[in-house]
């Protein structure tokens, strides 16, 4: 796909507003760095990832060395 150079004024405006689809990953982004504790922020792209994506179920796990599995295990969705 090739870019088309932009005119005088244009990508200014209304067209920066976000468009309706992105809202929501927008919203997210934004709403990560809202906490600064680590778990609290882990737990925050885990619920934020499955809501996106529309999945029942979403999970992030995280290693630690000398651990068999993950060392903590961030949970969104599920029965």
């Given at each position: 796909m090739t870019e088309m150079p932009m005119g005088e004024g244009e990508g200014e405006g209304e067209?920066?507003?976000?468009?309706?689809?992105?809202?929501?990953?927008?919203?997210?982004?934004l709403s990560v760095g809202t906490d600064l504790e680590l778990q609290a922020t882990l737990q925050h792209i885990v619920d934020s990832a499955a809501r996106l994506t529309g999945a029942g179920?979403?999970?992030l796990g995280v290693d630690a060395p000398g651990h068999a599995g993950p060392a903590e295990l961030f949970v969104?969705?599920?029965p």
């Open positions: 067209d920066d507003a976000p468009r309706p689809s992105m809202q929501p990953i927008l919203e997210a982004v179920l979403g999970t969104a969705g599920g």
